[in-house]
């Protein structure tokens, strides 16, 4: 009778799992808009510091790269914010996963590309001038 008081202690006394260990979208979003900003503040540092060892000792990389690392924060925040509003049942909802992943490929598509886009406008602007 002991033992079975005593487990049923221990069983009390332990907390019950989190719902979110299985997922969050809101703590998925956050993590992707995180890992985003910084793929994407590396591959414009990468491509930024390229232009400049291939070009005279113009200030116009490093001012580009400045402007849109500071400039691509609030297009991330944007798909952060859309999904830091859902209540906690919505957060758990499996039914958001189709909206999760169009907000997932929209976030790491412009890490991706955006620099490369970027940087290339910047560089075919300059020859132009």
């Known amino acids: 009778m002991n033992k079975a008081l ?3 202690g221990t069983q009390a006394a332990r907390p019950a799992p989190a719902r979110s260990a299985a997922f969050d979208w ?3 979003m956050s993590n992707n808009v995180a890992y ?5 503040t590396g591959l414009q540092i990468f491509v930024t510091m390229h232009e400049i060892q291939g070009s005279s000792a113009s200030i ?5 790269l ?3 690392v500071a400039a691509i924060i609030p297009l991330f925040r944007h798909f952060e914010r859309r999904w830091e ?3 906690d ?3 758990h909802n ?10 997932q490929i929209k976030v790491w598509a412009l890490a991706a590309i955006l620099p490369f886009a970027i940087t290339g406008g910047f560089r075919a602007l300059s020859m132009m001038v």
């Not at 985003?36 to 994407?40: A, E, F, T, W």
């Not at 499996?94 to 907000?103: C, S």
């Open 60 to 64: 116009l990389p490093l001012f580009v």
């Open 66 to 68: 400045v402007v849109l």
């Open 6 to 8: 005593h487990s049923q």
């Open 26 to 28: 809101r703590k998925k």
């Open 94 to 103: 499996p039914g958001y996963k189709a909206a999760f992943r169009r907000d």
């Open 89 to 91: 049942d919505q957060a």
């Open 36 to 40: 985003g900003l910084l793929v994407y």
């Open 85 to 87: 509003g859902l209540s």
